[in-house]
């Protein structure tokens, strides 16, 4: 059969109708040679992506019985989806449809009349030029799991799993240690109002415990895992007893939390562990456990806590010592109101509107902030110098410091696992820092909590119920997903092994097959992005839709 | 069907990002916003910190989204004007402003605004530029449709039989008989995205907003900034016309009478100072700041780099004591130092970082909700320090900074959490399978 091409051009009222002369593109198309056999018919109308338009285009698809169709408009970010759907109504595989930006790349930057119809008549005749060369694509639907693997049983993990589990969705919630909890569990009480928090959080472990639809492995890591969105082929090794289990699972959440770094790896942090000097984990155990004391036994009569220890090595603010710190002040001084106690800081950091009421309450406790710019530590003798101020030197029965937040360890190897990235500071990447702070650049692996940066309890689960937003919408139970059509299909006979492709994919889409001794894409990963086209150095590579050939023609129409 | 449907109020990121999501669910969303476009306070900005994005390239396809998408109906003009029935069926009444311009018909060419007489000030521009009767309050305005200004409009008040829009338009769109309408729709859920205000810089004289024309407010900044503004992003004063070569930009104009630090000021007032460096790269740029709110592991690197290279930071003791004193074209600005000495520093700009404030209607629409606002006049979310976007009723839900000062990106994460609170509800709504056999049985 011959190539029938319906070549369309909207008026766009003024926008095509007055900057360009249709009239004679209507008279020009038809006539361009080079085509073969193909029989070209152009015609006019008003404005396309109106109903009516749609509506004429739909019949005039049908009742011409073209093979291809151009639509010569606007933007295609206006309306490719539109005449798209227009396609699929009429029963024309829309790919083998074609918009052409006569508007935007044509008419309203070109003022001369004539020299914007040549252009536009150039612009078409490339579409052509391509369009016969498309092939029709099919999109297909794959079966899916809607369960999901949440790693890490902190209070992230614990949220993003009671968010999901439901009798349609099964949760395997892994923890590397031998209890839920993660380390808010060792907290005295949590932010801001330190009302019902930790009691909150038992609650919430008991939850999971107590549902049915969540299944827990402590001391667990995980081992394997291949596959993509709807459908990880996971594998879990229990870290005693050696066990192996097998999952299929149809999300992955990383909540795998942070660590505070160690004190004395910072210049100016000279003390031994026989001195008085406590991270704050070290005395939120305290606190929830046995109270305040010192190695001796004896309590503090003076306490001294520093800030943003870390915080110019690391690079980063950690967010909410400021805020813990000042709530540890607080329970010293609700333990004995006697006791002296001085917080040194740097910038005050409240970012939360309760903040700063939390500040002015604390303050009035009879807590001393000073506000420095330098500080040193030798033992407990602290060596300040004051903003404004000079060099000071006082000793204290206890020093509390706030160590900046930093990955958890294991961080790096589970980002390997699950072909994840991390960022400069080593904490897991986003997939986009002001939009999409809960996904990562593989569909289906979310992040949670500290992993991908400091933050608070509230902040860590608001992150979860968000994630828990995303997978509910994406994997509905007994349905299906739709991967994108237009990706990259590897020419066997071509492919010599050398791998470049898995270099460069950042979708970990791409792997290699042993056996054949070729890379394989994987259709269901690959977002159709063409780095491995451009740099496969045999040939072997294609990205559908964006072919040498159909570019090849496109470009050298145009630029004829 | 209630519980298939959801009204968000907000067409800002975090409404038009809680949108998407439901839709993505199946969700038949209501977009309730109510200026003639949506995109929210992200679209003032050139750009967005931490990674200077343009922030049209980072909203427009997510705009696009929201009105392309079939399981959204975005109704612009509009508002919640009444709420009855309780979660899983609530009726929500919602009261639309007459556009005057048929939004189906309307290609967005633009051929109407030039006929039109009648001149105003641009309160989208913050009034620093012109717009018509007939406006889209910025290009790129998205939906690109203009709007009927009523007020102004000489037919709509009477003044003259004026009709250049309406024979201006080729496609009829233009209908100056529209009229207001209020339409009632059933939800399942609410999700209320309303953004905020900013705190009024004029209530403080002593920083001389108002007063002196080279004192100027964050959102007055970013569109004199941004290339699809009023100056087409071209650095002039007002008044004078001429470049800034001095700038002083005051953190926390508003933090103590607010009683809170609003987290996102010290982030753009660096922007800013990059803004202005890299436009004007003789200009001196001053930030004077107190506490540096820098809280994602992203920004310190950012504040690090705007230190280094773009301005001079000044510490001030408190901006109870900066008082902006001068002539049109010749600031001082007054301030108590790290030590808290007297210092100066001449200025001819001064860009205020004022506070993130609730939005002027908050009140109102708790009231019309039935909802609870805390004691800054922000929502009121339950357990603040365990959950953050359930409101005191069941059935709504609070995202964005309609709950409080925050960055897109928590802004964005909050969107998403309501949504899955909303989802997770839903899903209880939805008739159990031995429920609609009796159903169908009786």
């Known amino acids: ?560 | 069907m209630h519980h298939e449907n959801v009204v968000v109020v907000g067409g800002g990121i975090a409404g038009m990002k809680a949108s998407l999501l439901l839709a993505h669910a199946g969700k038949h969303v209501y977009l309730v916003e109510t200026l003639p476009i949506i995109g929210g306070k992200t679209i003032k900005n050139e750009e967005s910190f931490p990674n200077l994005e343009c922030s049209t390239c980072l909203v427009a396809p997510i705009q696009q989204e929201v009105l392309q998408n079939p399981n959204i109906e975005t109704m612009t003009l509009s508002s919640v004007a009444g709420l009855e029935g309780e979660k899983g069926n609530f009726t929500v009444t919602i009261e639309k402003t007459a556009r005057y311009v048929k939004i189906a018909d309307c290609i967005g060419c633009g051929m109407c605004y030039e006929p039109c007489p009648v001149t105003a000030s641009n309160e989208w521009e913050e009034n620093l530029g012109e717009r018509k009767a007939i406006f889209v309050p910025c290009a790129g305005s998205l939906p690109n449709v203009p709007m009927v200004d009523a007020e102004r409009c000489l037919k709509l008040t009477g003044k003259e039989e004026c009709a250049a829009c309406v024979e201006a338009c080729m496609f009829g769109a233009v209908n100056l008989e529209d009229k207001d309408e209020t339409v009632q729709v059933e939800a399942g859920v609410v999700i209320v995205a309303t953004g905020a205000g900013l705190f009024d810089a004029s209530s403080l004289p002593k920083l001389g907003y108002g007063k002196y024309p080279g004192v100027y407010t964050p959102f007055e900044f970013e569109r004199l900034f941004a290339s699809n503004g009023p100056t087409n992003g071209e650095l002039k004063l007002r008044k004078t016309e001429k470049e800034p070569s001095k700038i002083a930009i005051i953190h926390c104009v508003g933090r103590k009478e607010r009683g809170y630090c609003s987290g996102v000021c010290c982030m753009y007032s660096f922007k800013f100072a990059h803004f202005l460096k890299k436009k004007l790269p003789e200009a001196c740029v001053y930030n004077l700041h107190s506490d540096i709110c820098v809280p994602d592991k992203t920004y310190q690197k950012f504040f690090d780099g705007v230190k280094e290279k773009h301005s001079e930071m000044l510490y001030s003791s408190s901006v109870d004591e900066v008082e902006v004193t001068g002539k049109v074209d010749g600031l001082k600005v007054a301030y108590n130092n790290e030590r808290d000495q007297p210092g100066e520093i001449d200025a001819d700009m001064v860009i205020l970082a004022t506070a993130i404030v609730p939005d002027h209607n908050a009140a109102g629409l708790a009231e019309v909700l039935g909802i609870d606002c805390d004691e800054r006049g922000f929502f009121r979310t339950l357990d603040d320090d365990v959950s953050s976007v359930e409101s005191s009723r069941e059935g709504i839900y609070i995202a964005g900074t309609a709950e409080g000062p925050k960055d897109t990106q928590t802004a964005v994460i909050q969107a998403e959490a309501a949504v899955a609170k909303a989802l997770a509800f839903l899903e209880t709504c939805r008739p159990q399978a031995a429920e609609v056999a009796a159903n169908s049985k009786g």
């Open chain 1, 1 to 560: 059969m011959n190539a029938k091409i319906g070549v369309y051009v909207c008026e766009c009222g003024p926008n095509i109708g007055q900057s360009i002369d249709i009239p004679r593109v209507l008279e020009v198309i038809p006539a361009s040679e080079g085509y073969g056999d193909a029989e070209i018919v152009a015609k006019g109308f008003g404005l396309l992506c109106s109903g009516d338009g749609k509506e004429y285009l739909q019949k005039e698809i049908t009742e011409n019985g073209y093979t291809h169709l151009i639509v010569a408009a606007c933007s295609p970010r206006d309306h490719n989806s539109t005449f798209m759907g227009v396609c699929k109504a009429a029963g024309l595989n829309p790919y083998l449809y074609k918009i052409i930006n006569i508007r935007e790349h044509c008419g309203w930057v070109i003022h001369d009349k004539d020299k914007a119809t040549d252009k536009a008549i150039q612009y078409i005749r490339a579409g052509i030029s391509r369009v016969l060369y498309q092939s029709e694509l099919f999109e297909r639907q794959i079966e899916i799991t809607p369960d999901v693997l949440v790693i890490g049983g902190g209070i992230a993990g614990i949220e993003a799993a009671l968010s999901l589990a439901g009798p349609d969705r099964k949760v395997y919630l892994v923890e590397k240690s031998g209890k839920l909890g993660g380390k808010s569990a060792r907290f005295t009480s949590l932010l801001p109002r330190q009302g019902r928090g930790a009691e909150a959080l038992r609650e919430k472990v008991e939850a999971v415990r107590q549902n049915e639809n969540i299944q827990v492995f402590l001391e667990t890591e995980v081992e394997g895992n291949i596959g993509f969105l709807g459908n990880f082929e996971v594998v879990l090794a229990g870290t005693g007893n050696g066990t192996k289990t097998d999952l299929r699972v149809g999300a992955i959440v990383v909540a795998t939390g942070y660590r505070l770094s160690d004190p004395k790896s910072f210049p100016g942090y000279d003390y031994t562990d026989s001195d008085d000097v406590y991270g704050a984990l070290e005395v939120e155990e305290m606190l929830s456990g046995e109270g305040i004391a010192l190695r001796s036994g004896k309590e503090p009569a003076s306490v001294a806590l520093i800030h943003c220890v870390g915080r110019k090595e690391k690079g980063y603010c950690s967010r909410i010592c400021c805020n813990y710190m000042m709530k540890i002040a607080g329970h010293f001084k609700k333990i004995s109101a006697g006791t002296e106690v001085t917080e040194f800081f740097f910038d005050m950091c409240l970012p939360h509107k309760a903040d700063q009421q939390f500040f002015d309450e604390t303050a009035d406790l009879g807590i001393d902030f000073k506000r420095v710019i330098e500080i040193t530590l030798s033992g407990t003798s602290v060596t300040y110098t004051e903003i404004g101020g000079g060099k000071q030197e006082k000793t204290f029965d206890m020093v509390v410091l706030a160590p900046a937040m930093e990955p958890c360890e294991g961080t790096d190897s589970i980002a390997e696992l699950l072909e994840i990235d991390l960022d400069e500071r080593g904490f897991f990447k986003e997939a986009h820092q002001t939009t999409d702070a809960v996904a990562t650049s593989i569909d289906g692996i979310f992040l949670a909590g500290a992993s991908q940066g400091p933050r608070g309890i509230s902040d860590a689960m608001a992150m979860a119920q968000a994630l828990a937003g995303r997978i509910r919408a994406q994997l509905v139970p007994g349905g299906k997903i739709t991967p994108e059509v237009k990706v990259s299909e590897i020419l066997e006979a071509y492919c010599t092994g050398c791998q470049t492709c898995l270099e460069v994919c950042g979708y970990g889409a791409i792997y290699y097959d042993d056996q054949k001794g070729i890379s394989v894409v994987n259709e269901a990963v690959c977002r159709g992005c063409g780095n491995c086209y451009g740099s496969c150095p045999s040939g072997a590579l294609r990205t559908k839709h964006f072919t040498n050939s159909q570019l090849y023609r496109e470009v050298t129409e145009a630029l004829k």
